[in-house]
């Protein structure tokens, strides 16, 4: 089966440190989102792309976070400088576009943060 | 106001009996689909069983089926004969104007954590 690939699954860092965190879309996805989940907040879209493109950050901190996607197999999320309040999971996933609008997005397995 | 609405913080049910998780959409849009997602303790999250607003019939994936009632715009999520394994958190989600809209993005409620008692 198919899988959406984010690496790494943990990451333990301290305060002030950058954090990277990278995902691997379904092939032949041209959707990727990038997703925060925390106890209090839930389930958040940070960003999401559509081939290569940005196509909505608003729930992204825009002074620490950046989103890119370097190529179609690549997505990446960066927090520089990272905070305690951004320990959560982020998850990546993909998707087809608008016109398989009834095609789920398939998620990665997420990546656990802890900022000390 | 909050577009999906899952009322029920945690359920109980006993092995081999159905249950029903509550989903209640808020939306103007008519044209939507409505999503099921479940997160086992592992973390992953596993997509279920999809509904569009025009569709006639009540979705049905194995042991799993959606109660639509577009008038009351509710999703519920049925799942007959639970399992051990079905002890999980259950998402709900909405993806508005589709087939041309704009809005490709997926609102999540906040969910319902199952436990299937043995």
């Known amino acids: 089966d198919a899988r959406v690939t984010q690496t790494p699954r943990h990451k333990v860092t301290e305060m002030g440190q950058e954090v990277t965190m990278r995902c691997q879309p379904i092939l032949g996805h041209n959707t990727v989102f990038w997703y925060r989940q925390t106890m209090m907040q839930g389930l958040e879209l940070l960003a999401y792309?559509?081939?290569?493109?940005?196509?909505?950050d608003s729930g992204m901190p825009k002074d620490r976070f950046s989103a890119e996607m370097p190529d179609a197999t690549l997505a990446t999320l960066k927090i520089q400088p990272s905070e305690p309040r951004d320990s959560a999971v982020y998850f990546c996933?993909?998707?087809?576009?608008?016109?398989?609008?009834?095609?789920?997005?398939?998620f990665g397995d997420g990546t656990r943060l802890s900022i000390l | 106001a909050q577009k999906i609405t899952q009322t029920q913080p945690g359920m109980f049910v006993q092995e081999k009996e159905a249950v029903t998780l509550d989903c209640t959409y808020d939306t103007s849009d008519p044209s939507y689909g409505l999503f099921w997602y479940k997160q086992p303790s592992s973390g992953e999250m596993i997509f279920l069983i999809y509904?569009?607003?025009?569709?006639?019939q009540n979705a049905t994936e194995g042991r799993y089926s959606l109660n639509f009632q577009k008038a009351r715009k509710s999703a519920n999520l049925v799942i007959s004969a639970s399992q051990l394994g079905d002890s999980a958190m259950y998402f709900c989600?909405?993806?508005?104007?589709f087939g041309g809209g704009s809005n490709y993005k997926l609102t999540f409620g906040k969910g319902t954590l199952l436990t299937v008692n043995p």
């Open positions: 509904q569009g607003s025009y569709d006639q």
């Open positions: 996933a993909s998707g087809l576009g608008q016109e398989y609008s009834n095609q789920p997005q398939h």
């Open positions: 792309f559509r081939n290569r493109a940005p196509l909505d």
């Open positions: 989600a909405m993806r508005e104007g």
